[in-house]
């Protein structure tokens, strides 16, 4: 694949810091914060009745904020006795129109932190979106959260903040009063601090993605990700002998390896990968596509033990309507330059054999794999016997009669499906009327596998026949991002650059992209995962088609409309609703759309 990428100086490298390593726990400011309410929801209708705070940063305490807030309602009989704060309290307090503003410059600048923050941040959101007032973007640690996987149950016999503070010794004891309990959550997260940093956790990024899944020896191999960029590309993680273990790909290389020794990735078999890690190699790639692509073909090339999918491209099956004088379908491997028809790559054989039976249910055509003259004279067999076949092998048919079954079977596979969809659902009608559910079921699934099929190999015949499609799309960073697709296969891939003539970058792209061959049949000129990535960037909003040479066009009547019910329907395996759909879709045209 050729590649055109513009370098430009991004913001990151204009001024790395510690920022880009992580920051460090003794230099981030935490604004610890705890509110008392009168009940347990804002959207329900409760208030906040006091809020507390306090500023710490590499354990010294930076300030403290207090204040009662009147409610303007009643406070509740229970909550009053819990907290200690009654209506008398409260008269004459400033209200949550006051309050929240003070509080929000107080906390300005800091990670904000509570103990079960989805509460206590809650009702702050709440109330400044009630105010009409910006929430600021601040980050939230939770020290509950946190406490649940770092303490045990020889530690606590749970993790309230009670609990926690006896724990970690601290020298305020939660009262129900809020900056009692917000003294009392500092001495918590300190203590949490403590417990983890002998746990290699030394940034704001690890403790608020630490997980004890993940060992000490895992965090320690964190290095690993230096050196990587912050750009859309493939990474590969390699043994001690340099076999690739596992191939990833990601918008943010560095972040997205990082994340492996920090605890976002907690999947025991990554963990097992990471331990035989010893080196991660990255490979930059010029837009988000380029990477997803090399991806498969690396994953394809180098079949990596960790990763599940993509491994073997090549183990693919497809129906094959033959070329003779008797036609019939068969379940081939391979696609020949043979002129026959091809349904198809279907994943597993499993999904092969219920599209072959779904079209044998509709489609009597022989299904003996012999070789047969243009005038046979053989015994019949079972299928014969019982109507499943025309059985030409006896001369039961004539040759135009079988040719127009024929005509309607290769119709059928590739350009409306209609006849086994009618048949098939005229079937599981009779069934489920005969209570003979699970039977209906069978032929639902089969259903389900030709559909899909159908869809498939049309969408890709689609782009396949096209010697040369080049799209484009504006970026979330203002920039164009541009391939060139042939026959179905990536060709090359860049960002055009701010300033730079667009058509001219167009016309050096496509003169440096990859030579590609076209392929007999349905198959692209790469693998079919490959080509569904590009159809469904090519199919995305804001797509731009440059050039298009050939007619990338679907079949109306094709087996696309009828996919979403299909799959609907598919997914909820005790329905037996009919599959037939007959809405009309517009065709896919040729469009040629140039950019301005």
């Not at 395996?573 to 007959?582: E, G």
């Amino acid at each position: 694949m050729s590649s055109t990428t513009h370098v430009a100086r991004s913001r990151w490298e204009s001024q790395r810091s510690f920022d880009e390593l992580g920051r460090r726990l003794s230099e981030v400011t935490f604004c610890v914060v705890d509110l008392e309410t009168t009940g347990g929801s804002a959207q329900g209708g409760s208030m906040i009745t006091e809020i507390g705070a306090v500023k710490v940063r590499g354990g010294e305490v930076l300030g403290e904020f207090q204040t009662l807030v009147d409610p303007h309602t009643e406070i509740p009989p229970f909550i009053a006795v819990l907290t200690g704060i009654s209506n008398a309290m409260v008269a004459g307090a400033p209200s949550i129109d006051s309050a929240l503003p003070a509080f929000l410059e107080f906390a300005q600048g800091c990670v904000l932190v509570a103990h079960n923050a989805p509460f206590d941040v809650g009702f702050l959101q709440h109330f400044a979106a009630q105010q009409g007032r910006p929430w600021p973007a601040f980050e939230v640690l939770d020290t509950a959260r946190l406490a649940r996987r770092v303490i045990t149950r020889d530690d606590a016999p749970n993790c309230k903040l009670a609990s926690l503070a006896r724990v970690f010794g601290s020298t305020t004891t939660p009262n129900h009063r809020a900056l009692s309990d917000a003294r009392a959550t500092v001495d918590v997260l300190h203590g949490l601090m403590e417990r983890l940093g002998g746990l290699g956790v030394h940034t704001l990024e690890e403790l608020q993605t630490f997980s004890a899944r993940v060992s000490t020896a895992q965090r320690r191999k964190r290095h690993l990700a230096e050196g990587l960029p912050h750009s859309p590309g493939v990474y590969l993680f390699r043994d001690d002998s340099e076999r690739v273990l596992y191939i990833g790909t990601s918008r943010d290389l560095r972040t997205r390896v990082r994340s492996y020794f920090t605890a976002s990735e907690t999947r025991s078999r990554m963990g097992e990968m990471v331990g035989l890690a010893s080196q991660v190699t990255g490979i930059e790639c010029a837009t988000a596509l380029e990477a997803e692509v090399r991806e498969l073909r690396l994953i394809a090339e180098h079949k990596p033990r960790y990763n599940r999918r993509s491994r073997f491209p090549e183990k693919v099956h497809f129906i094959k309507l033959t070329r003779e004088p008797w036609p019939r379908l068969s379940l081939v491997k391979r696609v020949l330059d043979d002129d026959a028809d091809y349904l198809g790559p279907f994943g597993s054989r499993k999904a092969a054999e219920k599209s072959l039976a779904a079209l044998h249910d509709t489609f009597p055509v022989r299904q003996c794999s012999e070789r047969m003259s243009r005038a046979p004279s053989r015994t019949p067999c079972v299928l014969a016997e019982l109507g499943r076949c025309l059985s030409p092998c006896d001369g039961s048919v004539d040759e135009a009669t079988y040719a127009a079954v024929v005509r309607q079977l290769r119709e059928t596979l590739l350009h409306r499906p209609d006849e086994v969809v009618e048949a098939i659902n005229d079937r599981m009608a009779a069934l489920a009327a005969d209570e003979r559910f699970e039977e209906a079921g069978t032929h639902r699934d089969r259903l389900a596998a030709f559909i899909r099929a159908a869809a498939r190999t049309q969408r890709l015949s689609a782009l396949t026949r096209c010697s040369e499609v080049v799209a484009a799309r504006r970026e979330d960073d203002g920039r164009w991002a541009v391939h060139v697709v042939r026959f179905g296969r990536l060709a090359a891939s860049g960002v055009i650059p701010p300033g730079a003539d667009a058509h001219q970058f167009v016309r050096e792209l496509r003169a440096t992209a990859e030579t590609v061959r076209s392929a007999p049949g349905p198959v692209p000129a790469a693998t079919a995962e490959e080509t569904e990535k590009v159809l469904r960037w090519l199919e995305s909003p804001g797509i731009r088609l440059v050039e298009v040479d050939g007619e990338w066009v679907c079949p109306v009547a094709g087996a696309t409309r009828h996919l979403a019910l299909h799959d609907a329907v598919n997914e909820s395996r005790r329905s037996l609703v009919p599959f037939a759909d007959r809405r009309d879709l517009a065709p896919v045209a040729e469009t040629r759309q140039r950019i301005r």
